[in-house]
């Protein structure tokens, strides 16, 4: 069965970088994008960008872009999110998801930013 | 970038009713829109995507219409399953954008 398993919580200072993995299992990884998608507390869902795991390829949303990096192991599926300059904002849950309909998704990686 | 509503916010039901939740895009995405159920404290679940198609496993209840601007949402017969947060999401253009959620919780 189709399954994204992320990697655990996180606690960052301002500043920091983070890097959440989502490891790929039953199904072709390099045949599906991977998309990106945040949540604050208690807000909705906010779409950070897709990595293509076959060529390595990106497309960062406009608000992210200089801060994201989108990377993928294609031997081992898994695709990483690294999230720079970190400030109190970008406290959220981030999730990976399968796909351009996003039919799969990771159980979500809380990333804490506090000083 | 497009611009998703949902409507309403929130939404008081019993179990049985029959609950209707409407979405408009701020252009024309054709069927490019999915669905999603949001329980407190866990991963968004795809229930419907291009417009109207069931995802494997998500039972027949849940029924997805529309295209281009306007799309609908509905649940037929609520069971204490389905009290969550739905979200629509367009998939037409890059960014994908959201709309800012349903609530739908027990009357």
């Known amino acids: 069965q189709v399954q994204l398993v992320q990697s655990g919580a996180e606690m960052k200072k301002p500043g920091a970088s983070v890097s959440v993995s989502c490891k790929a299992s039953g199904y072709t990884f390099t045949g599906y994008y991977i998309h990106w998608v945040r949540q604050a507390p208690g807000q909705g869902l906010e779409w950070m960008g897709w990595?293509?795991?076959?060529?390595?390829?990106?497309n960062y949303a406009q608000k992210f872009q200089g801060r994201v990096t989108m990377t993928r192991d294609t031997p081992i599926s898994t695709a990483y999110m690294e999230l720079s300059s970190l400030n109190c904002d970008d406290t959220a849950v981030y999730y990976c998801?399968?796909?351009?309909?996003?039919?799969?998704w990771g159980q979500g990686t809380l990333v804490t930013v506090s000083s | 970038d497009i611009q998703m509503t949902q409507s309403p916010s929130s939404l008081s039901a019993s179990v049985g009713d029959r609950v209707t939740i409407t979405c408009r895009a701020s252009?024309?995405?054709?069927?490019?829109l999915a669905w999603f159920q949001q329980k407190p404290g866990k991963a968004p679940k795809s229930l419907i995507y291009a417009a109207s198609s069931l995802q494997s496993g998500v039972p027949s209840k849940f029924n997805g219409s529309g295209s281009g601007t306007d799309f609908t949402l509905t649940i037929s017969s609520l069971q204490p399953e389905d009290f969550a947060t739905y979200y629509c999401?367009?998939?037409?253009?890059?960014?994908?954008?959201f709309g800012p959620g349903t609530k739908v919780d027990i009357k």
């Open positions: 998801a399968r796909g351009r309909s996003l039919d799969y």
């Open positions: 999401q367009q998939y037409n253009s890059y960014p994908f954008t």
């Open positions: 990595l293509n795991p076959d060529k390595g390829d990106t």
């Open positions: 252009q024309d995405i054709r069927n490019y």
